[in-house]
C-alpha cells in the first residue's frame, strides 16, 4: 500500500535557525497537505500542493512539491519559539477514493 | 463554531471492555476519517467514510469497527478492548475530493488496563 515517509524524526534548532523537513512517497501523489500539531493539541491544516514543481510561501514557510509528485519538502525561515510543535505530510493517493495517509512527523524544538 | 467535536475526551476501559467513540462535525463534510495516534508513529488512518451510509478500511482496521449512518456522525468502536489499543484517537472530516483539507477534532485518549 501507500506509504508516506518523513525525516527526520526529531529536530532541535537554535531560535533563529532554519528548518527543514522531507516528505517521501512511495507512490505519485494527487495533492500532497501538510499540518502542524502544537503539543497536547490536534492537527491543523497549513496548506496543500496539488501541481507538479509548485511552491508555495507563508510568511517564513516555504513548501514544494517534487517534479515527479512523490516527494515535498517544508523550508522554516529563521525559527521562532512559536514554531515548536510536530509538522506532518499528509499525501493523497492518486488512485484512491480518499485515503489521505500521514508521514510519521517531524518534530520541531526551539531553543530559545 | 462547533466544527468537528469528539465525545469523550478521556476514557479508561478494562481489556475486554467495549465502546464506542463519537464524532460529530457540522461543516456538512462529505469524508470522514478515525486516526490513532501512537508516539513515534504518526497519525494511522483506522476506517474512512466518503459519504452517509459508506465506510472503507484504512492502515490498521483490525479491532475496530465503524458506522456512518448520518452524515454528520462518524462512530468508531471497539468490540473488545487490549492494552493495545491504548492510544489517543483522532476524527478528521473533509469536503472530500482532491483538494479538501481535513479539520480535526480534539482527540480522545483512551486507555486500556
Known amino acids: 500500500g501507500q506509504q508516506v515517509m518523513q525525516i527526520p524524526q526529531y529536530q532541535h534548532v537554535q531560535e533563529g535557525e532554519d528548518f527543514t523537513t522531507y516528505c517521501n512517497s512511495s507512490?505519485?501523489?494527487?495533492?500532497i497537505q501538510w499540518y502542524k500539531q502544537r503539543p497536547g493539541g490536534h492537527p491543523v491544516f497549513l496548506i496543500q500542493?496539488?501541481?507538479?514543481?509548485e511552491v508555495k510561501k507563508q510568511k517564513r514557510l516555504t513548501f514544494q512539491f517534487g517534479e515527479a509528485k512523490k516527494n515535498s519538502s517544508l523550508h522554516i525561515t529563521a525559527t521562532q519559539t512559536t514554531d515548536v510543535g510536530t509538522y506532518f505530510c499528509a499525501g493523497l493517493d492518486g488512485g484512491s477514493q480518499g485515503n489521505l495517509i500521514f508521514g510519521k512527523g517531524t518534530k520541531l524544538s526551539v531553543k530559545p | 463554531n462547533a466544527g468537528v467535536t469528539q465525545t469523550p475526551k478521556f476514557r479508561v476501559l478494562k481489556t475486554g471492555q467495549s465502546m464506542t467513540l463519537l464524532c460529530a462535525q457540522d461543516m456538512n463534510h462529505e469524508y470522514m476519517y478515525w486516526y490513532r495516534q501512537d508516539p513515534g508513529m504518526g497519525l494511522r488512518l483506522i476506517h474512512y467514510s466518503v459519504g452517509e451510509g459508506t465506510t472503507a478500511k484504512g492502515e490498521v482496521p483490525d479491532g475496530y469497527n465503524v458506522s456512518r449512518l448520518k452524515k454528520q456522525n462518524f462512530l468508531l468502536g471497539l468490540e473488545s478492548a487490549a492494552p493495545s489499543q491504548t492510544s489517543v484517537y483522532f476524527c478528521?472530516?473533509?469536503?472530500?475530493?482532491?483538494?479538501?483539507?481535513?479539520?480535526f477534532g480534539q482527540g480522545t485518549r483512551l486507555t486500556v488496563v
Open positions: 507512490t505519485t501523489l494527487s495533492n
Open positions: 500542493l496539488v501541481k507538479s514543481g
Open positions: 478528521a472530516s473533509s469536503f472530500g475530493g482532491r483538494t479538501a483539507e481535513a479539520f
